[in-house]
């Protein structure tokens, strides 16, 4: 997470990586079960692992709530402090967000480096930003995120006590500080800005061209891209790590006797995704607005499998994008032994069991995607003025290849998907365009 450079006489500099030791916290309040909290911090050291740092301690807090000024109880603090300098720990990881004055608090009380679960998320996607795209949704975020903790920054005005005699130089320098932040978040968000025109019109190229697009979704580290690779022949990285992919990639899926797709790869979800980076990413999470289907991948073997699936379900919710024909993949199956697909199959008929790993059950995954697909044909509507919820499905889910407007209704000749089809149902006439 960061470097620390070793010299000698007669020797040249050795650049190193200074592992740092981490104790992971995390509040369990009432009517929260164990279990939860323990998964919870069991993902939080997954991800200060992919951060670069090794879990020393882990700690967990029952309180009937949080502390407005340390977030957890002074007396466990202490605790908490002794147990870090014992073990040669020098940062401390919250699994919920604090708030800049928690932060500062804890950090001067502990005496070492205090972040949470959001800033470790935005240290693992800066890591790994590959694209001009991806680094400039990462610096957004990560000034968004900056931004109120400023203060912190300028620990000589808190001893100096503030208000008389201390307003001058420091003072000007944090308002400066905040004026250079703000200016840059105002420059990535018109860069990012100019990122959504280009990708609107890569996705107005693609909905021209007629080939539907599929869209892979799920928790971190589902195998998506293991799936993508699967059904594109593609090499893209992909790894049991949480966040390897973060910039989105799209593919072509050719099959003998199938109608072809673009499947896209996308950002994997998490729990308490810092909403900085569902704001910054919207640029590349917007793929999945102009899907015509939605893969969502799901570790099938994995114990938290039922909040995994809520959390990228609540997403998608927020996205708006939920109502999408959505095909269920429960991957990793090669993981499990009869019994433990058997249930997690149960009462999930129409979810596909498979391994992208193997390629078992991909087949029967292209089945199911071939039936959720638009129908392979226009079909022509006619819509009355006042059903303007219609209209607007049939361009938001359908792709429009002609319209006529004429007194009292709308005559389209359009291209669905099936659920979206049945909702008009009822306007379905004889072909009457040109």
Same mark, same amino acid.
């Given at each position: 997470?960061?470097?620390r ?12 990586r ?15 079960r ?5 998964e ?6 997954g ?34 402090a ?32 205090v ?11 800066a ?28 620990k ?12 001058g ?24 800005q ?7 019109l ?18 971190t ?39 072809p797709?673009?499947?896209?790869d996308?950002?994997?979800?998490i729990?308490?995704?810092?909403? !900085? =980076?569902?704001? +910054?990413? $919207?640029? @590349?999470?917007?793929? &999945?607005?102009?899907? %015509?289907? /939605? ?20 997403l998608?919710? !927020? =996205?708006?994008? +939920?109502? $999408?024909? @959505?095909?269920?993949? &429960?991957n990793?199956? %090669?993981? /499990? ?22 390629? !078992?059950?991909v ?32 361009y938001?889910?359908g ?36």
């Amino acid at each position: 997470m960061r470097q620390r450079v070793n010299g000698g006489t007669g020797r040249g500099h050795e650049v190193g990586r200074l592992r740092e030791r981490a104790m992971l916290a995390a509040l369990q309040r009432q009517k929260q079960r164990r279990v939860d909290v323990e998964e919870s911090l069991e993902e939080l050291a997954g991800l200060a692992a992919a951060a670069g740092a090794t879990v020393a301690e882990r700690v967990i807090q029952e309180r009937q709530a949080a502390t407005p000024s340390l977030y957890f109880g002074s007396g466990k603090v202490e605790e908490m402090a002794e147990a870090a300098r014992a073990g040669g720990v020098n940062l401390f990881v919250s699994d919920d967000a604090l708030s800049p004055i928690q932060e500062r608090n804890l950090a001067e009380a502990l005496g070492i480096k205090v972040i949470d679960r959001t800033a470790l998320i935005l240290d693992i996607f800066a890591q790994r930003a590959r694209s001009a795209e991806g680094k400039l949704q990462v610096e957004l975020a990560q000034l968004t995120y900056l931004l109120p903790r400023l203060v912190g920054q300028w620990k000589h005005l808190e001893r100096l006590g503030g208000g008389i005699g201390t307003r001058g130089p420091g003072e000007t320098q944090l308002e400066s500080d905040r004026r250079v932040i703000r200016q840059r978040v105002q420059k990535l968000k018109r860069e990012l800005q100019g990122v959504q025109a280009h990708r609107r019109l890569q996705r107005a190229g693609r909905r021209r061209s007629g080939v539907p697009v599929v869209a892979l979704v799920g928790y971190t580290n589902a195998g998506k891209t293991t799936l993508l690779n699967r059904l594109t022949g593609s090499h893209l990285t992909a790894a049991d790590q949480l966040f390897v992919t973060l910039d989105p990639a799209a593919r072509l899926v050719e099959r003998p006797a199938r109608r072809p797709f673009i499947l896209t790869d996308t950002v994997g979800f998490i729990r308490k995704l810092p909403h !900085e =980076l569902v704001a +910054a990413f $919207r640029a @590349t999470l917007e793929e &999945l607005t102009e899907a %015509d289907v /939605l893969v969502h991948v799901v570790d099938a073997g994995h114990p938290a499998l039922e909040e995994h699936m809520a959390a990228v379900d609540s997403l998608l919710r !927020e =996205l708006e994008v +939920a109502d $999408r024909p @959505t095909v269920l993949a &429960l991957n990793k199956v %090669d993981r /499990l032994d009869e019994a433990q697909a058997g249930a997690v199959l149960a009462g999930r008929r129409a979810a596909v069991a498979l391994s992208a790993a193997t390629g !078992e059950g991909v087949e029967t995954l292209l089945d199911a995607v071939e039936k959720a697909l638009p129908i392979s044909g226009a079909v022509t509507l006619r819509i009355p003025h006042g059903d303007g919820a219609a209209l607007a499905l049939c361009y938001e889910r359908g792709r429009v290849l002609a319209r006529a407007d004429q007194p009292g209704h709308v005559t389209l000749e359009v291209e669905l998907p099936g659920p979206a089809l049945a909702a008009v149902a009822g306007y379905r006439v004889e072909r009457v365009l040109d």
